[in-house]
């Protein structure tokens, strides 16, 4: 499938992931123009079966996404709108990116504030470069909210009395407060990002779509079901990733090469050789 046609956006698809660099000059603004590319790219990459895993990075080594393009704002009426019944703006696209069954992960090496905030929050991982990535959610100081999803996410990520803070205090997270707060996965050194960010997306890419699939559901479950719902989904979801012939063959390679041994399972690679051994030995066939 071709990714040819995006202004703002640069994709590249090397073995089964995606890398996407957003490139909106000056400073990677999150006006319409972008929020549209991102939906139409979300469509493409929902029917690339070649695609497994999604990478967002930046251009821009000062901003990942700068945030919403304030002077779309004034012109909004003196008189609020009557009140939505569905998604708008930026929303659909956050929840599909969101709820699709493949796996986003933001690689922060840069400012992401306000619409920038919101659009990673979205996505199911965030790492963040120590020194380089800022991230926060600073709509208060203009007399607004967050409007892209902010106030509804973060108490989520990170719980009611830190989400007040960020939302209220209007302040900025490095990555490593963000990463003790859980605004992101991790703080890594710069040097460090790029290559444990890749690693674990072709590490994820690796698996059968179909269980990356069920795995993304069964998590999404506890945030929209109480727990017991949740527990008998998740029981239901175990059964339908077993039953797949893709997880069958595995299971058996696995038994048939006595890895589940006290020998071979305190060896210091962990189920990381085995992964290794296996991606080797499908490739083979």
């Avoid at 659009?119 to 892209?148: H, N, T, Y």
Wanted: aromatic residues 10%; hydrophobic residues 40%; glycine residues 8%.
């Amino acid at each position: 499938m071709k990714y040819d046609r995006f202004k703002f956006l640069k994709v590249r698809i090397n073995q089964g992931v995606a890398f996407v660099t957003i490139d909106n000059p000056p400073m990677n603004l999150l006006n319409m123009q972008l929020i549209g590319e991102f939906g139409r790219l979300q469509k493409r990459i929902a029917k690339d079966d070649e695609v497994r895993v999604i990478v967002f990075n930046s251009a821009d080594p000062d901003f990942f996404i700068a945030h919403f393009d304030v002077s779309l704002l004034p012109i909004i009426p003196d008189e609020p709108p009557p009140k939505f019944d569905v998604l708008t703006g930026l929303g659909p696209v956050c929840e599909a990116f969101r709820t699709m069954p493949k796996v986003s992960i933001a690689k922060l090496e840069g400012i992401a504030r306000g619409g920038g905030s919101e659009f990673v929050l979205a996505l199911d991982m965030r790492f963040g470069a120590i020194g380089k990535a800022i991230i926060g959610q600073p709509e208060i100081c203009l007399g607004i909210i967050p409007g892209g999803g902010g106030t509804q996410r973060l108490p989520r990520l990170i719980g009611r009395s830190r989400a007040m803070e960020a939302v209220l205090g209007g302040i900025d997270f490095t990555a490593e407060l963000a990463e003790k707060y859980g605004y992101i996965n991790r703080a890594l050194p710069s040097n460090e990002l790029t290559p444990y960010v890749e690693d674990l997306a072709y590490r994820i890419a690796s698996y059968p779509a179909e269980s990356i699939a069920i795995a993304k559901q069964a998590v999404l479950t506890a945030l929209e079901q109480p727990i017991v719902e949740g527990l008998i989904e998740e029981s239901n979801l175990f059964m339908k990733a077993c039953s797949l012939p893709v997880a069958k063959e595995r299971m058996n390679w696995f038994l048939e090469r006595n890895i589940q041994t006290r020998e071979s399972e305190t060896d210091e690679s962990g189920w990381g050789k085995f992964i290794e051994e296996f991606n080797e030995w499908k490739n083979q066939q």
